[in-house]
């Protein structure tokens, strides 16, 4: 089974820090994606990636940026944090823009206080 | 811009009470539709992909159907333990342009 995984379950910051959320997927997998979830929002796309060292903003890249540097991991970046940018990160991937499946990983809950 | 929408937003069943939640959509060009599952503090977990009007897809206690507008997943004599938030996806287009776009969820909750 493909694996994807976020390397914090919980994270708390404060306002103006650097913030980095990891994700590392074990099946080779070409596509990749930072969503974040808000009660009553659903999933959002913030930032996803087709290839090594490229990206595409989604639906909600403000205050945000991501690295992909290794097929296998994506960083979401938080340039400065803001309590509006509490919320349950969650990370996927998925084989090619032809296999319809999202694999996702466990989410990242961030705090910003 | 592809729409998404669940309903009913939470249900509450009865151990053993059938029932349906709908996911209605508005996209240009259906490549595929998903149902997940997601457990309280967890990621999404994959349950089905349909394709096209007319299909379903089952597994254990789930049902899903298709249609040119909708798709149900009927719960047949569900268990606590089917209690989640069931989500609904949709994908069209094609390339980088296919990406998910999903609905709210419906939170189940099945109670003895």
């Known amino acids: 089974d493909v694996k994807v995984t976020q390397s914090s379950r919980y994270l708390v910051k404060r306002t103006g820090e650097k913030v980095f959320l990891e994700c590392v997927q074990d099946m080779d997998h070409e596509n990749m994606f930072w969503y974040r979830q808000d009660p009553g929002l659903g999933l959002r796309l913030i930032y996803f990636s087709y290839d090594v060292k490229m990206k595409e903003k989604g639906d909600i890249p403000e205050g945000y940026s991501v690295s992909r540097e290794k097929k296998e991991r994506f960083s979401l970046i938080l340039e400065s944090a803001s309590t509006n940018q509490t919320s349950m990160y969650l990370c996927?991937?998925?084989?090619?823009?032809?296999?319809?499946?999202?694999?996702f990983g466990s989410g990242t809950r961030l705090t910003v206080v | 811009e592809d729409q998404v929408t669940q309903s009913p937003e939470a249900l509450r069943l009865q151990e053993g009470e059938s029932s349906s939640l709908n996911c209605s959509y508005t996209v240009s060009g259906l490549r595929g539709l998903f149902w997940y599952r997601q457990d309280p503090g967890k990621g999404p977990e994959f349950l089905f992909t349909?394709?096209?009007a007319g299909e379903e897809k089952e597994k254990e206690r789930l049902k899903a159907t298709l249609t040119k507008k909708e798709s149900f997943l009927h719960i047949t004599a569900p268990k606590p333990e089917d209690s989640a938030t069931y989500l609904c996806?949709?994908?069209?287009?094609?390339?980088?342009?296919?990406?998910?776009?999903f609905g709210t969820g419906t939170r189940l909750q099945v109670t003895l």
């Open positions: 996927a991937s998925s084989l090619s823009w032809d296999n319809y499946g999202y694999t």
């Open positions: 349909l394709y096209s």
């Open positions: 996806a949709v994908q069209a287009g094609t390339g980088t342009a296919s990406k998910l776009t």
